[in-house]
């Protein structure tokens, strides 16, 4: 049973970059089925999109986020990253990384991690 | 970009028929999934590809998508269910989520 788990700093100071790292076990990152992805919440409010990679190296971006954002993958280490740059309190969120089902295109998230919560401030 | 519309909340008595909207351009031509979050928990998958449940997810919650709308219906609903719920879809690689439909059984 594939579990993910994110683990990085809860705090990170304004206009700095936040990075997460999400560690897949009972599943391989190297896999041609899955994307690998993040999502993050604001307090109180719904979900977005932030991107997912595939294991050839592709990667997608919500556009709103595209020019602050990189999704890589570490298949030696079977996890993979987030790096958000230049952040402002209105990036503090629950972050959640999630493995799409995608056999022959992008399908559901079926698995989630936990959750990790970030906040920006000085 | 693409949007996906849904009501803040949905009221329904236990027992009843449950059913929340999501709503977008030409929807029916593409999947949509269905989760459900309870607070404090990360989101679950409940209905994938329109009308697929998971291994695990109670009978009770069904999927349809067609036209502009997909709906999640769940049927005898139970307490247990009272959880924020999220429809998503797809758009040329960009993952889209609705704003999410607080479901309320009283």
């Known amino acids: 049973q594939v579990q993910l788990q994110e683990s990085g700093p809860g705090l990170v100071k304004p206009s700095q970059t936040l990075s997460l790292t999400c560690t897949v076990s009972g599943g391989s990152v190297n896999s041609g089925d899955f994307y690998w992805s993040w999502i993050r919440q604001p307090p109180g409010k719904g979900l977005e999109w932030i991107g997912s990679a595939y294991y050839t190296g592709s990667t997608f971006y919500n556009p709103s986020l595209r020019s602050r954002v990189v999704i890589s993958l570490d298949k030696s280490k079977n996890h993979f990253s987030l790096r958000l740059s230049s952040v402002t309190a209105a990036d503090t969120a629950v972050f959640y990384c999630a493995r799409v089902y995608a056999v022959t295109s992008p399908d559901s998230f079926d698995v989630w991690g936990q959750g990790t919560p970030v906040t920006v401030s000085s | 970009s693409y949007a996906l519309t849904q009501p803040p909340s949905v009221s329904v008595s236990p027992g009843q028929t449950g059913s929340i909207t999501c709503s977008g351009d030409?929807?029916?031509?593409?999947?949509v999934c269905w989760y459900q979050q309870k607070p404090g928990q990360s989101p679950v998958l409940v209905i994938s590809?329109?009308?697929k449940r998971p291994s695990g997810i109670p009978e009770r919650f069904s999927g349809s998508n067609s036209g502009n709308t997909a709906t999640l219906t769940i049927s005898g609903t139970q307490a247990t269910d009272e959880a924020d719920y999220y429809c998503q879809t797809w758009d040329s690689s960009t993952a889209v989520f609705g704003g999410g439909t607080k479901l309320i059984v009283l």
């Open positions: 590809q329109d009308t």
């Open positions: 030409k929807l029916g031509d593409r999947y």
